[in-house]
């Protein structure tokens, strides 16, 4: 669990600095195709000028997490009677082989240098407890509107087609459409989230 959450949350973290301009998009590009190496998503290669950075990030990110998680698997197997014994020295990570080592510990160095010192992640962080209180109620409460088969109001029928093919099925059950929310807002970087939420408050920034 402890490997999951270096993995997933060290990338991440890069995405929203990105996002956030505080790293350049060039330098996390080259760390993740490091890694992946030749091994890229097909969508990743049909990719053009047109598609955003947060979508070929996107799809890189789960390429990386891909092959960090197969190398946390080979660390955990080459590492497990010493992991059970409770006498491993450092964690799942340090245990991991070449470019997937790097490439955490590249992460999060970069994160603990370019971004958790800037005063606008603090800021993020915050107000995260209210992002999420936002989201969860507007993406929920879509779904609770057209349970059943109900007709949603214009407003849930609008953040629903926000969604597209990933809204929840209006006939599943409601327990089954609020984890597909979940796990939609799951998806997103505190930039993206903390944008989306003053979105849907009409507290949009200035551009």
Do not use: W
Request: hydrophobic share 40%; net charge negative; proline share 3%.
């Amino acid at each position: 669990m402890e490997a999951a959450d270096d993995i997933c949350y060290a990338l991440i973290d890069l995405e929203d600095g990105v996002e956030m301009e505080l790293l350049q998009y060039a330098e996390v590009e080259a760390l993740l195709l490091d890694l992946v190496g030749d091994d890229l998503p097909e969508t990743y290669r049909q990719l053009g000028p047109r598609d955003s950075r947060r979508r070929k990030l996107a799809i890189l990110r789960g390429k990386a997490i891909e092959h960090l998680t197969n190398a946390a698997a080979r660390a955990f197997v080459e590492q497990q009677t010493a992991l059970l014994g409770g006498h491993l020295s450092g964690d799942l990570v340090e245990h991991m082989h070449g470019p997937a080592k790097h490439c955490v510990l590249q992460a999060k160095d970069m994160a603990r240098n370019k971004i958790f010192q800037d005063k606008r992640k603090t800021l993020h962080e915050i107000g995260a407890y209210t992002t999420l209180e936002i989201l969860l109620n507007t993406f929920c409460g879509a779904a609770l509107e057209q349970h059943g088969g109900r007709t949603p109001s214009f407003k849930s029928r609008r953040v629903l087609d926000l969604i597209g093919n990933n809204a929840p099925d209006p006939h599943a059950s409601l327990h089954s459409a609020f984890l597909r929310m979940i796990d939609f807002i799951a998806g997103m970087t505190d930039s993206y989230a903390s944008e989306m939420a003053r979105e849907m408050t009409g507290r949009s920034s200035p551009t």
